[in-house]
């Protein structure tokens, strides 16, 4: 199964794409769709463009979404909320299965603890991909979102199998 983990950002938009195979994790590409500063349409327009080129050109089977979780800024997290939409119309245009995660359960999965900071993220996301050059913070963050995902699509066949 080809993954798309997406961590969602109006300036910088991470994703990391993993191929799951059981246990077995092997990584694809990661990277950062960035906007500029400008008009909000034409920064979530230039979003959406770049990541239907990530979705054409590495062709996942399911994606994951990180949540949003609710700061003291309304309108940094409105417009956060806006990036998250693109984040999501983007792969469900391509009919994709889409998964949420909240930040601390993507943490708990991947590192071991809820409240874990962006080095013990990478960090992670390296031993588990051994060999991956990462883009950045915010393709860490996908890549764990990714990782997250897999965990509990591989954790919910396993269940359906134990139940049939």
Known sequence: MRVLGIDPGL???GW???ESDGTRLRHVANGVCT???GELAARLLSLH???T???QR???DTAAVEQTFVNKDAVATLKLGQARAVALLVPA???LSIGEYAPNAVKKTVVGVGHADKRQIDHMVRLQLPGCEIAGPDAADALAIAICHSFFARQSVTQRKARA
Do not use: A, I, T, W
């Open 11 to 13: 300036r910088n938009l």
């Open 16 to 18: 990391g794409v993993l």
């Open 35 to 37: 906007s500029s500063p």
């Open 49 to 51: 463009e770049q990541l």
């Open 53 to 55: 080129d990530v979705v």
């Open 58 to 60: 590495y062709q996942p």
């Open 93 to 95: 245009q391509f009919g």
